[in-house]
Structures are given as structure tokens and as C-alpha cells.
């Protein structure tokens, strides 16, 4: 396994629609073992493959965060909303693309997903509170959109002109 580097917004690759997977290999399975890694060691619950700067409709998560708690790891690949509740939540949430930024965002609160698995087999499940938020906000990565995207226009160009700030000092390191 080898740590990814993750790109940090504003990067023209995160705003990008993603191509379907259509070849399920070693090279797919060593990609979602890579993200798997990245997203424990940043650490978060869900990483895009995007957000490595690959434009494949692949996704991890892992929303399991109690000390102690078995993990769970989860690679969707090609995953699609199929449902969602009328009942909605408010999470507040964060990107590893958009690292000491969070803001609340108001999602379906159940959904229910269809993905193929690293064999390509079809798979289906529902999920509700946190990995909802989850699933959700990570397959808006493959479609090119960020959290901050359903904030209002002020708070997203201030979010923006951090990131910004943060990449001119990261490239001067």
C-alpha cells in the first residue's frame, strides 16, 4: 500500500465529472487499498478517487470512529443514489481536500445505493446518519462537487482564498 497525496481545492481535477470504472483488476483493488490507507492516515471516514487525482468513479469510507470500534472499510466502485428519504439530517462536515474547514450541510438523511464491488458484482444497501452524510458527500466528488458548493457564496469564497493561502505556504515548504 502506498499513502496517496490528496489535492487540496481550488484543483481543476475536483471539479471534474468522473468516467465509470470498467476494469476491475489488481490495478483497481490497489487503488482502493491506497485510498483505504490515505483516508485512515489523513485521518478521515471517506476519500474520492478524485481527491487523489484519479478520474475514476471509485470511492472508500469508513464512518466507524469510537475508539476501540471495529472498522469497516467500504470501496463502491461506480456508485449511484438510488433512493433517498424526504427526512433529512445536518451534519457537519469537512473534506480532505479542504483540510480545517467545516460547515453544516443538509443531506437526505437515508439513501439507498447501488455500486459494483473490486470484482464488479452489483451491490446494493441503504444507509442512514453519518454514512449517509458519507456516501453522499464522496459520490459528489466523482460528479465534481465539493461540500462547500451548498454553502452560500460568501462562505465559499472565504473557504476558497484559505485554500488558496494554504497552497501558496505548502509550495513554499
Same mark, same amino acid.
Given at each position: ?52 487525482? $484519479? ?19 467500504? $470501496? ?68 465534481? $462537487? ?28
Amino acid at each position: 500500500m502506498t499513502l496517496r497525496h490528496i489535492l487540496i481545492h481550488p484543483d481543476p481535477r475536483l471539479k471534474k465529472t468522473c468516467e465509470p470504472v470498467s476494469t476491475f483488476d489488481k490495478g483497481l483493488a490497489a487503488l482502493a487499498d491506497d485510498m483505504l490507507a490515505t483516508m485512515y492516515d489523513a485521518p478521515g471516514i471517506g476519500l474520492a478517487a478524485p481527491q487523489v487525482g $484519479v478520474m475514476d468513479r471509485l470511492l472508500v469510507m469508513d464512518c466507524v470512529k469510537e475508539e476501540g470500534g471495529t472498522p469497516e472499510p467500504m $470501496v463502491l466502485v461506480n456508485p449511484q443514489v438510488v433512493w433517498e428519504s424526504d427526512e433529512r439530517s445536518v451534519y457537519e462536515e469537512g473534506c480532505l481536500s479542504i483540510p480545517g474547514q467545516y460547515a453544516d450541510v443538509e443531506r437526505p438523511k437515508m439513501v439507498r445505493v447501488t455500486w459494483q464491488d473490486l470484482e464488479g458484482k452489483a451491490q446494493e444497501q441503504e444507509f442512514d446518519e453519518l454514512w449517509a452524510t458519507c456516501v453522499q458527500h464522496e459520490i459528489d466528488h466523482l460528479d465534481g $462537487v465539493l461540500f462547500i458548493d451548498y454553502l452560500k457564496p460568501l462562505k465559499r469564497q472565504m473557504i476558497t482564498r484559505k485554500m488558496q493561502k494554504l497552497k501558496r505556504e505548502q509550495a513554499r515548504e
